[in-house]
């Protein structure tokens, strides 16, 4: 839907009218920068990166992309779970989750806190006691606290030692964050935000006060693969890892070809880079994320994975799909 007052970008972004298809080898591979670069609108980001610049990132990246690609082919990219320890879990769940994907061979776990410190304090505890101090530890607080809140409860969770604190306060607060950023430094916690960062332009101002140290795009929630291209060369450009939120319905399974051109082709880098892997719903997808050790292996079917099974879309249609008719029926209706 378009209203006459929004502005050109608005209205890009609202109807997603220009996307590019997303396959990693078709964006990794392109020989030309020329050509992805005029897929990318520059307008409202040229005063931190422009087309010149953008394209020289793009040219460098060509040095040692088919070493990285065979990298990725071979051993994949590093993927976090997010599954061990949501809010609510027992003790005793979350022990056993925990236990299990040690085993499974994960190094890098996220928790979520926020809503009780004395409980994130047990929690914290408890996953550090099991995976031990080497062990990779992120923290989610899914925009629980104001500013001041943000910086006082994670100074009593510095002991666990978190790469980072993400979503520590509303994520449209782009000087709160800065705030925060600054506060956690001298304890060594980074902040992470973005899977609520709808255009570049707000990643640019994000990047501009240093109000952020991991940068989490979300394939879905920017506008276009355009809108995640520009915001990856903005964060080459800046310095800050991408580590990109995922999850949800299918969310995996679009990032990855994000990603994965993001090492091949613009930062050629893995330090302190992951992505997120949440293990749910990849059964209704026709070709669903494949982990091993930890890691996501490229997918080779063309596209962008997200082709649902007919049977899932069938069961789940309203009104008249199973699920739903199921539901519908317990609420009496
Ligand atoms: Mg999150």
């Excluded at 994960?106 to 550090?128: S, Y």
């Excluded at 006082?152 to 306060?169: D, Q, V, Y």
């Excluded at 929630?221 to 939120?245: D, I, Q, T, W, Y």
């Amino acid at each position: 839907m378009l209203c006459g007052t929004c502005g050109p970008s608005r209205r890009e972004s609202l109807s997603g009218s220009y996307l590019l298809t997303c396959h990693f080898p078709f964006l990794s591979r392109c020989q030309d920068p020329r050509m992805l670069l005029s897929c990318i609108d520059f307008r409202y980001i040229t005063d931190v990166l422009t087309e010149e610049e953008a394209y020289e990132i793009l040219q460098k990246g060509q040095v040692g992309k088919k070493e990285r690609e065979e990298q990725m082919l071979m051993h994949g990219y590093p993927a976090y779970t997010t599954s061990c320890a949501w809010l609510g879990y027992s003790d005793d769940m979350l022990q056993q989750l925990c236990t299990e994907a040690l085993k499974s061979g994960w190094t890098r776990f996220k928790v979520k806190v926020g809503a009780d410190l004395q409980d994130d304090i047990r929690r914290c505890r408890l996953i550090r006691d099991i995976i031990g101090p080497e062990k990779t530890l992120m923290m989610d607080a899914n925009q629980r606290w104001d500013v001041p809140e943000a910086v006082e409860w994670m100074s009593k969770l510095a002991e666990f030692k978190p790469l980072w604190i993400e979503e520590p306060t509303s994520p449209d607060d782009i000087l709160g964050h800065a705030t925060i950023s600054k506060a956690l430094a001298p304890l060594g916690i980074g902040v992470a935000t973005g899977e609520q960062c709808h255009n570049r332009v707000i990643f640019k101002q994000l990047l501009q006060a240093k109000a952020l140290q991991f940068l989490q795009i979300d394939s879905c929630r920017l506008g276009s693969v355009n809108e995640n291209l520009s915001v990856l060369l903005m964060a080459k450009k800046f310095g800050v890892p991408v580590c990109p939120h995922a999850g949800g319905v299918g969310l995996c399974e679009l990032v990855q070809h994000l990603i994965i051109f993001d090492f091949i082709s613009v930062s050629a880098s893995l330090t302190n880079r992951m992505c997120e892997y949440v293990d749910h719903l990849h059964e209704h997808f026709k070709y669903p994320v494949i982990i091993k050790n930890a890691s996501y292996m490229p997918p080779k079917e063309a596209g962008y994975s997200t082709e649902m099974k007919e049977e899932s879309v069938k069961k789940h249609q309203y009104p008249d799909g199973e699920v739903w008719k199921k539901f519908l029926a317990a609420q009496g209706n």
